[in-house]
């Protein structure tokens, strides 16, 4: 056919234009930090920090027990709820606050130990404790809230399974979800072959749930529960997992896998094919989404930073080093453009404004 020839032609011209044009847009932004934020608690790898839009407020899971809620308007801590062991994942909906507290294996008990691993909630109007529902698995991590549904999605590490609860002050049990390799048991091997969920991005619109899990992204359908699809991603396994923090980004249909490795997997979430793959300083942990701006942070521990990517040019933009450990976890406040960046060893959390 006449015209089959142009037509590679021009796509590879606007192909090479872009690849010229979209790092040169993404170094605009430099990040400054304007903040420093002193928490209460222990020092090191906490676990979640998760921004609240409906009062400002910024929820950081500490380090072997207690939950910090910040207030981002004044840049204090607006209060500490020191009982809450080993807090994993921690989400919200419009008047409570529920945390996973995992502290595993029930294995400290026949020493007279007290082991939880339980869903605690918090009151957002007195910021006590009014709610702690035992979960079926050990080592719940990964939470989140569909709030307009109502309901409350829990991993359990140990069991290789998400349990499915109402929201509200005593949470109630609707469903457990195997997840994918089906055969649980394996997950008592405390091994590296086996680390069990992770981070995961629940998405309402499309009721689905992207879930980390080991070396796998898996898709969970939330009016079924069954895993639709999934896909070994092939990264190495360490003992604190493969697969970590999900994004999805509507606007371009894709679906960005952070990793324990250097790598950041960006794959058609449809079909869980690769579409590309874009360097990490280090292995991460948490990662989230600017929608207004475009933008991907994702943070690592080891690193002691943060890693931005361009969303829309899928590029690697820069690296915002932090220079304290275990800032593995953080969030970004959607309205503002903060970006609040967790410094374990140090115990607080910095805050980075983006700038052009």
Do not use: C
Not at 46 to 53: K, L, N, S
């Amino acid at each position: 056919m006449q015209g089959s020839r142009k037509a590679p032609l021009l796509a590879g011209l606007l192909a090479s234009t872009a690849l010229v044009i979209a790092p040169a847009v993404a170094a605009d932004y430099h990040f400054d930090q304007v903040a420093m934020i002193h928490l209460q608690g222990n020092t090191g790898h906490g676990d979640i920090t998760t921004f609240d839009p409906s009062n400002n407020m910024l929820y950081v899971s500490m380090p072997q027990g207690g939950l910090n809620v910040v207030n981002t308007k004044t840049n204090e801590v607006e209060a500490y709820i020191d009982d809450v062991p080993s807090p994993n994942g921690v989400d919200w909906d419009a008047e409570h606050v529920y945390v996973a507290a995992a502290d595993g294996v029930p294995a400290a008990a026949s020493a007279g130990g007290i082991v939880t691993n339980a869903i605690v909630v918090i009151s957002k109007k007195t910021w006590t404790e009014v709610g702690r529902v035992k979960t079926q698995g050990t080592s719940p991590d990964w939470l989140a809230v569909d709030r307009k549904a109502g309901i409350l999605y829990v991993d359990s590490d140990d069991k290789n399974w998400m349990e499915v609860y109402t929201t509200g002050d005593q949470p109630q049990l609707k469903a457990k979800w195997p997840l994918y390799p089906f055969n649980s048991n394996i997950w008592f091997v405390n091994t590296a072959d086996y680390t069990g969920p992770d981070v995961a991005a629940l998405v309402p619109d499309r009721q689905e749930i992207f879930q980390s899990d080991d070396s796998y992204v898996e898709v969970l359908d939330t009016a079924t529960g069954a895993v639709k699809r999934n896909v070994d991603t092939g990264v190495t396994l360490t003992p604190k997992g493969g697969t970590k923090g999900e994004v999805y980004d509507a606007k371009n249909n894709r679906l960005w896998v952070a990793t324990t490795g250097k790598e950041i997997f960006v794959l058609n979430p449809d079909t869980l094919a690769t579409i590309a793959k874009l360097p990490q300083k280090s292995g991460a942990d948490m990662a989230v989404f600017d929608p207004g701006l475009g933008l991907i942070y994702v943070f690592e521990g080891g690193g002691k930073g943060f890693d931005v990517y361009d969303a829309n040019a899928m590029t690697h933009m820069t690296f915002v080093s932090t220079g304290i450990g275990q800032t593995h976890t953080g969030d970004v406040d959607p309205g503002t453009h903060l970006v609040y960046a967790y410094g374990g060893n140090d115990r607080v959390i910095m805050v980075y404004k983006p700038v052009k």
